[in-house]
C-alpha cells in the first residue's frame, strides 16, 4: 500500500495537475493516504485538494514557513505505513507510475526502494521536452542491463555511480517508510543542490533499489524551481562538496568508491569513458580533488588545453581584466 507525499510551495494551479495525475492513476485503490503539505502561505492548496473527495487527501498548512530541506525531511520522516511514493507539486506521473512501482517491489521482495526513469519537460500542455539522459548512464557497469525491464542496484553500485550524477529525482521516488525514516537525517548535512544526489545512497544501505528505464515521471522545468535560485558557482563548489561527502559516507559502509569508478572506466567503452570523463569533470571543479580518477591525466591536459584556448580568446578580445581573474583562481 502507498501514502503519496506532496511537498507543496504557493503553486495552486500546479499542484492541481499534479493530483490529476494521482487520480489517473490505474491502481488508486493502492493509495491509503496522499500528504500534501503547503510551505507557500498560500491556503488556495487547500480548496484545490477539496476538488479531489475521491481521494484521501490530507491537508497540511505550515504556518510558519520551513526551509525547503527541513520542509521535506518533515513530510518524509511523518508515520507511514507501507511504501511513500513522493510527487513534488509541480510534477505529474503517467497512469501507471503506482501500478509498476507495485509489480517491481513485488517480483524483488528484498528491495527497499523502486525509481523510474523520468523525463523533464517545458509545459504541462506541450509534449516539448528532454529525455533525462544521465539516466542512460544506469547501465555503466550493469552485466545484463536491461531498457525494457527492471534493474537491481546494491549499495556499491549507487554509491560509485552517484559520484558521478545525480540518479534519479524526488517524482520517481517509491520507498519503504521506516527505511525513509532512517535515511532523511542526511538532509541535515547537505546543501539543498545536492540533496536527492546524497538521499539515494543512504537508502541504498538498508537493501536493494529496483530501477525502471521506462518513464513514469514527469518533471516540469520553470522559473521558479528551487534549484533555479542558486547561481552557478554555488552549484559549481556544492556538486564537489557531494562528491566528496559521498566518498566519504561509501568509506564508512566499507566501499571504495575510488576502486569502483576506475573499475568502471577501466571497462567502459570509449562513449562510456567520455561520460565518465565528463561528470569527474564537472562534480570536481578542483580537479586535484580526482587525482585517483585513472582518466585524471586525460582531463588535467583537456582543462589546461581549454583554459589557453579560452586565454587566446580573451585576448583577442581585449578581455585582460577576465584572463587575471581566471588565472588567479587556478592559483
Known amino acids: 500500500m502507498f501514502t503519496v507525499v506532496i511537498p507543496a510551495f504557493n503553486r495552486p494551479e500546479l499542484l492541481r495537475n499534479a493530483l490529476t495525475s494521482v487520480a489517473a492513476q490505474t491502481r488508486t485503490d493502492l493509495i491509503t493516504r496522499i500528504l500534501v503539505s503547503e510551505n507557500g502561505l498560500n491556503r488556495n492548496s487547500e480548496a484545490v485538494c477539496q476538488e479531489f473527495p475521491e481521494l484521501p487527501v490530507e491537508y497540511v498548512f505550515q504556518d510558519v514557513q520551513l526551509p525547503v530541506l527541513k520542509h521535506l525531511k518533515w513530510i518524509l520522516s511523518q508515520t507511514h505505513k507501507g511504501y511513500v511514493a513522493m510527487l513534488c507539486d509541480d510534477d505529474w506521473w503517467d497512469m501507471h507510475h503506482l501500478e509498476m512501482a507495485?509489480?517491481?517491489?513485488?517480483?524483488y521482495p528484498e528491495s527497499i526502494a523502486y525509481f523510474s526513469n523520468y523525463m523533464a519537460s517545458y509545459g504541462i500542455s506541450s509534449l516539448r521536452g528532454m529525455e533525462n539522459y544521465r539516466a542512460k548512464a544506469m547501465s555503466l557497469g550493469k552485466v545484463g542491463f536491461k531498457n525494457s525491464g527492471l534493474n537491481t542496484y546494491n549499495t556499491s553500485d549507487v554509491f560509485n555511480l552517484s559520484v558521478l550524477f545525480t540518479l534519479f529525482h524526488y517524482s520517481s521516488l517509491v520507498c519503504e517508510g521506516s527505511v525513509l525514516q532512517k535515511s532523511v537525517g542526511i538532509l541535515d548535512e547537505v546543501h539543498p543542490t545536492q540533496s536527492d544526489r546524497l538521499l539515494y545512497p543512504v537508502i541504498s544501505c538498508y537493501g536493494t533499489i529496483v530501477f525502471n528505464p521506462l518513464t513514469t515521471a514527469i518533471i516540469l522545468i520553470h522559473s521558479g524551481q528551487d534549484s533555479h535560485t542558486y547561481g552557478s558557482v554555488e552549484w559549481e563548489a556544492e556538486r564537489q562538496n557531494?562528491?566528496?561527502?559521498?566518498m566519504e559516507l561509501a568509506k564508512r559502509q566499507g566501499i571504495d568508491v575510488a576502486e569502483g569508478i576506475n573499475n568502471l572506466y577501466k571497462h567502459a567503452d570509449a562513449h562510456d569513458k567520455e561520460i565518465i570523463e565528463t561528470d569527474i569533470k564537472m562534480n570536481f571543479h578542483q580537479l586535484d580533488k580526482a587525482a585517483w580518477f585513472d582518466g585524471y591525466d586525460i582531463l588535467r591536459r583537456k582543462k589546461n588545453k581549454e583554459f589557453m584556448l579560452k586565454a587566446v580568446r580573451y585576448l583577442r578580445e581585449g578581455r585582460l581584466f577576465t584572463i587575471a581573474?581566471?588565472?588567479?583562481?587556478r592559483i
Do not use: T, Y
Not at 557531494?242 to 559521498?246: F, H, P, V, Y
Not at 581573474?325 to 583562481?329: G, P
Open 242 to 246: 557531494g562528491s566528496l561527502k559521498l
Open 325 to 329: 581573474k581566471k588565472i588567479a583562481r
Open 102 to 107: 507495485q509489480n517491481a517491489l513485488s517480483a
